[in-house]
């Protein structure tokens, strides 16, 4: 079956530490995002891939890192300069690139700072 | 700017009723408009949306949303709530700009009790 898989599901990390959570698709999609869900605020765009080798900014990109070196491939690293990353993390793709589409998401990945 | 508001973080229903859950935009053109559902640590799911043409859209698991350019809302709704449907919802529209990237509301928690 086609899908999005994200890893780990859980994740630990020690303050100072960087961490890189995986997202791989295997949709063909062109377009993939990362968003970062906290209680009650919702979900905010971290970064956003229309095509490989190409990536923006998204709202709240400052202290996360991204690269789009295979089409399948999005991961994310939170580095150590994030000041608050605990979150659930959520992968997601679309279809090309227009705004009429809808998101396919994965299961998500929750970060714990210790 | 942009924007969605849910204006309740909770809606308690019992199983049978019917059930809507609120959602009002702001943006300027014509709104790309959709709906999600998320169920305890796990992703989003699409459920529907709207973009052109008839006011009332139908969608996933028996939902459907009326548009209402006037009131500039979005309202989810069913006709008979089941105790599967208790989950978390999101609104979203979608950015006028060149990048497609939703804007999503704060969720709202449906509890269907039986």
């Known amino acids: 079956d086609g899908g999005i898989t994200q890893s780990p599901k859980y994740l630990f990390r020690k303050e100072g530490q960087n961490v890189t959570l995986s997202c791989e698709q295997n949709?063909?999609?062109?377009?993939m995002y990362w968003y970062r869900q906290d209680p009650g605020q919702g979900l905010r765009l971290i970064y956003y891939?229309?095509?490989?080798?190409?990536?923006q900014k998204g709202d709240i990109a400052e202290g996360y890192s991204v690269s789009r070196e295979k089409k399948e491939s999005f991961p994310l690293t939170v580095t150590s300069a994030q000041k608050n990353p605990t979150a659930f993390y959520l992968c997601?793709?679309?279809?090309?690139?227009?705004?009429?589409?809808?998101?396919?998401f994965g299961e998500g990945s929750r970060l714990t700072v210790l | 700017a942009q924007s969605v508001a849910q204006p309740e973080d909770q809606v308690n229903v019992a199983e049978g009723n019917p059930l809507t859950v609120k959602c009002t935009y702001s943006?300027?053109?014509?709104?790309?408009l959709f709906w999600y559902v998320q169920y305890p640590n796990r992703g989003l799911q699409f459920l529907l949306k709207?973009?052109?043409?008839?006011?009332l859209v139908k969608g996933s698991y028996g939902f459907e949303a009326e548009f209402n350019k006037s009131q500039t809302s979005f309202h989810l709704k069913k006709p008979s709530a089941l105790v599967s449907d208790s989950a978390l919802y999101f609104c979203?529209?979608?950015?006028?700009?060149?990048?497609?990237?939703?804007?999503f509301g704060s969720g709202t928690r449906l509890l269907v009790r039986p």
């Open positions: 997601a793709s679309s279809i090309g690139t227009t705004n009429t589409g809808e998101l396919f």
């Open positions: 949709l063909n999609h062109d377009a």
């Open positions: 891939s229309q095509i490989v080798n190409d990536f």
């Open positions: 943006v300027s053109g014509n709104p790309y």
């Open positions: 709207y973009i052109t043409g008839d006011n």
């Open positions: 979203a529209v979608s950015r006028m700009d060149s990048s497609y990237k939703l804007i």
